[in-house]
């Protein structure tokens, strides 16, 4: 049973920084690219960032370019979004997915998902 479960949301004063960790279980972790994706109340699920197998490869959405990083722990089966210079709307509940094959930057090109933890980035 494939498992994906995100954690390192909170509560952050905007300008803040928040590390977010995924830990899949289930899968051939190093098998599947990971991608973050957030959802703002109201709004569409979105792509924040992504990353191939080996971390070799990383997209970023241009809202987060330059302050979000994406990385991964294949030995761990872990994946990172370090979050930093933190803005209000970024506030939203933040989830990882796996897709096989390379990074997607489109939510449904992954058939696998977590619970989605919550930032929220007070102004």
């Known amino acids: 049973q494939v498992q994906l479960v995100e954690s390192g949301g909170g509560l952050v004063q905007a300008g803040g920084s928040l590390r977010l960790s995924c830990a899949a279980s289930?899968?051939?972790?190093?098998?599947?690219?990971m991608g973050w994706f957030r959802q703002a109340p109201g709004k569409e699920r979105e792509s924040v960032a992504a990353?191939?197998?080996?971390?070799?490869?990383?997209y970023y959405a241009d809202s987060v370019k330059g302050r979000f990083s994406i990385s991964r722990d294949n030995a761990k089966k872990l994946v990172y979004l370090q979050m930093n210079s933190l803005k209000p709307e970024d506030t939203a509940v933040y989830y990882c997915?796996?897709?096989?094959?390379?990074?997607?930057?489109?939510?449904?090109?992954?058939?696998?998902w977590g619970q989605g933890t919550q930032v929220t980035v007070s102004s």
């Open positions: 997915a796996a897709r096989l094959s390379r990074w997607s930057s489109s939510r449904y090109e992954y058939d696998k």
């Open positions: 289930g899968l051939t972790f190093s098998s599947y690219a």
């Open positions: 990353i191939n197998w080996n971390g070799g490869s990383t």
